[in-house]
């Protein structure tokens, strides 16, 4: 399944009201972090893999809109959503702890 970029809280809220029992990954990074530089390859990678796994990157500025209702205080941040509520999430480049979330997290 395809990354989706969303730039919106308005359509990130609508799909984790949607998600239902499929769990949706979001992904929070920036151009300008070293950290994040690896993580599009690593999600194009995961989401052909997991197909029943919906993932969604988003990019943050220092004092947008999505770091203040997250509460973001580093990038790469990850959020996992599953039936409308937040599941779980963690911040740093940690990609194969995001990997092994996803693993644990998806059924």
Avoid: W
């Avoid at 990074?29 to 796994?53: H, T, Y």
């Avoid at 599941?87 to 997290?105: A, I, P």
Wanted: include cysteine.
């Amino acid at each position: 399944m395809a990354v989706i970029v969303l730039d919106k809280m308005c359509d990130l809220d609508e799909m984790v009201s949607k998600c239902g029992r499929k769990l949706l990954v979001v992904t929070f990074s920036s151009k300008n972090c070293g950290p994040c530089r690896p993580v599009p390859a690593c999600l194009e990678a995961i989401s052909e893999e997991m197909p029943d796994v919906q993932f969604v990157k988003i990019e943050v500025g220092k004092d947008d809109e999505f770091t203040k209702r997250f509460n973001i205080k580093g990038v790469p941040a990850f959020y996992y959503f599953r039936n409308g509520s937040e599941v779980y999430h963690f911040e740093g480049g940690n990609l194969s702890h995001f990997r092994k979330m996803v693993e644990e997290l998806r059924f």
